[in-house]
């Protein structure tokens, strides 16, 4: 069964520690993005990458990293950097077959909480 | 700058009443705009293209360039189309997304 897993679906961070949210895609998928969903405010990108070992910033790339040493793989870590990091994470996955975009397919979502 | 405006949080109808979710768009290019639906506990999913020109659920979404708009239509709600909607416009190599719309239909 394709598709994007992340886990885990909560996550509980105390103040000063960094903490990696998983993202896993089957879809044999060149793009992954990560963005974030805050009520009122969309989804808002964090970081992108369009092929392996290569990534760029989004709109809100302070406090966060990511690496992209698989095609398959695109974890991201909250930093003790990131001064409000309560959240629900979406990891998505794209591809275009034949120059044509079918858009994003999302996972489920992690939901990150400050202690 | 690439910008995806939704000016409605929240648009409540009766089932069976017509049905327009606002959405536009500044963007100096053509653009690519989709909208996407997020249904109570499930995953945010695409609904429609522009590019395909497809119906999807009873929806459609027309690209009028000359007011910048994409706004989704469906002539006839039904209680299941309850859900928030978010309009986005592909902006080189990622998605733009707007504020997102929550529909609530009522029996």
């Known amino acids: 069964d394709g598709g994007i897993t992340q886990s885990p679906k909560y996550l509980f961070r105390k103040e000063g520690q960094n903490v990696t949210l998983s993202c896993e895609q089957n879809?044999?998928?060149?793009?992954m993005y990560w963005y974030r969903q805050d009520p009122g405010q969309g989804l808002r990108l964090i970081y992108y990458s369009q092929i392996v070992n290569d990534f760029q910033k989004g709109d809100i790339a302070e406090g966060y990293s990511v690496s992209r040493e698989k095609k398959e793989s695109f974890p991201l870590t909250v930093t003790s950097a990131q001064k409000n990091p309560t959240a629900f994470y979406l990891c998505?996955?794209?591809?275009?077959?034949?120059?044509?975009?079918?858009?994003?397919?999302f996972g489920s979502g992690t939901r990150l909480t400050v202690v | 700058a690439q910008r995806v405006t939704q000016p409605e949080k929240l648009l409540s109808v009766f089932k069976g009443a017509p049905v327009e979710l606002k959405c536009n768009y500044s963007?100096?290019?053509?653009?690519?705009l989709f909208w996407y639906v997020q249904y109570s506990r499930q995953r945010l999913q695409l609904l429609l293209r522009?590019?395909s020109r497809e119906s999807i659920k009873g929806f459609t979404a027309d690209l009028n360039k000359g007011e910048t708009s994409f706004h989704l239509k469906k002539p006839f709600a039904q209680e299941e189309d309850s859900a928030m909607y978010y309009c986005?416009?592909?902006?080189?190599?990622?998605?733009?997304f707007g504020t997102g719309t929550r529909l609530l239909v009522s029996p």
């Open positions: 879809l044999n998928h060149d793009a």
């Open positions: 986005a416009l592909q902006s080189f190599q990622k998605l733009v």
């Open positions: 963007y100096s290019g053509s653009p690519e």
């Open positions: 522009h590019i």
């Open positions: 998505a996955s794209s591809t275009r077959t034949g120059g044509a975009n079918y858009g994003y397919t």
